[in-house]
């Protein structure tokens, strides 16, 4: 499970759990980011859960950085703003 909570304007608390295990994340999301990927047409935080959707499918939740800006998800992972914006 997937939970994304907004802690003040461009940051966000994500509390994932799977089999036994539960990790907490802050991630910053910036307006123009957020707009480029997503045309505004879904809200940030299911910007958001997919984005930890797309790193969840890469690597286990104890892998994925404890504090990052969205934006660093594309130094990892090439294919990931492609795929973010193939399925808003």
Request: proline residues 2%; without cysteine.
């Amino acid at each position: 499970m997937i939970r994304v909570e907004r802690k003040n304007g461009d940051e966000f608390l994500v509390v994932v759990e799977e089999r036994g295990s539960r990790t907490e994340h802050t991630v910053t999301l910036d307006e123009e980011y957020y707009g480029e990927l997503t045309d505004r047409k879904i809200s940030k935080e299911e910007l958001i859960k997919r984005s930890f959707e797309f790193l969840l499918a890469r690597e286990p939740e104890e892998s994925i950085l404890s504090r990052f800006n969205l934006r660093v998800i594309g130094r990892y992972f090439p294919e990931f703003e492609e795929t973010i914006k193939s399925i808003r």
